[in-house]
T-cell receptor, first 112, second 114 residues
Framework: KQEVTQIPAALSVPEGENLVLNCSFT??????LQWFRQDPGKGLTSLLL?????REQTSGRLNASLDKSSGRSTLYIAASQPGDSATYLC???????????FGIGTKLQVIP | SQTIHQWPATLVQPVGSPLSLECTVE??????LYWYRQAAGRGLQLLFY??????ISSEVPQNLSASRPQDRQFILSSKKLLLSDSGFYLC?????????????FGSGTQLSVL
């Protein structure tokens, strides 16, 4: 059974700092990994999807990497802004419609 | 572009009352549709998924049911709500691209059963 862990559970940084969020998974046989952002009381917004054959994906100030063999992914946020404050979740697709496992998330606060 | 609509945003219901949450997708056809529940401090739990009209798969036995009466409409229902049904419910649809599926979520419904 796939298990997804996100560390730390919460993170507070000053504005402008670069930061890394971590996601680890127990079964390396995955199809893809997706990073989401969730604002309080809202749905999930897709940020990046990395396919199992890829090493990284970039979108603006965000860069996600994937090391499938070690069961790890990182989300790098450059030059953080207060608007980046949210909970970030990773989701691992182990194959099939019902085989997406979500982490609990990392709650990020960027202090102005 | 594709959009997903989910309503209502919040709902307060007494124990034993019925439930109907609706989700519709625009801008795509034959999407895979999902209902998730998110509890505080826990990851998202898949409740139901559907790959086509009238096709529903349940992941966990519970007090809830789902239906897909139209291609882009997904409904979550209950005949009698329990206190344990409280939570944040999310509808999602999947965009299949080759061997990968990307998930897109609705805005969620916060359900409080009192």
């Amino acid at each position: 059974k796939q298990e997804v862990t996100q560390i730390p559970a919460a993170l507070s940084v000053p504005e402008g700092e670069n930061l890394v969020l971590n996601c680890s998974f127990t079964d390396s046989a995955i199809y893809n990994l997706q990073w989401f952002r969730q604002d309080p009381g809202k749905g999930l917004t897709s940020l990046l999807l990395i396919q199992s054959s890829q090493r990284e994906q970039t979108s603006g100030r965000l860069n996600a990497s994937l090391d499938k063999s070690s069961g790890r992914s990182t989300l790098y946020i450059a030059a953080s802004q207060p608007g980046d404050s949210a909970t970030y979740l990773c989701a691992v697709n182990s194959g099939g419609y019902q085989k997406v496992t979500f982490g609990i998330g990392t709650k990020l606060q960027v202090i102005p | 572009s594709q959009t997903i609509h989910q309503w209502p945003a919040t709902l307060v219901q007494p124990v034993g009352s019925p439930l109907s949450l609706e989700c519709t997708v625009e801008g795509t056809s034959n999407p895979n549709l999902y209902w998730y529940r998110q509890a505080a401090g826990r990851g998202l739990q898949l409740l139901f998924y559907s790959v086509g009209i009238g096709q529903i798969s349940s992941e966990v036995p519970q007090n809830l049911s789902a239906s897909r009466p139209q291609d882009r409409q997904f409904i979550l229902s209950s005949k009698k709500l329990l206190l344990s049904d409280s939570g944040f419910y999310l509808c999602a649809w999947g965009l299949i691209s080759t061997t990968n599926e990307k998930l897109f979520f609705g805005s969620g419904t916060q359900l409080s059963v009192l």
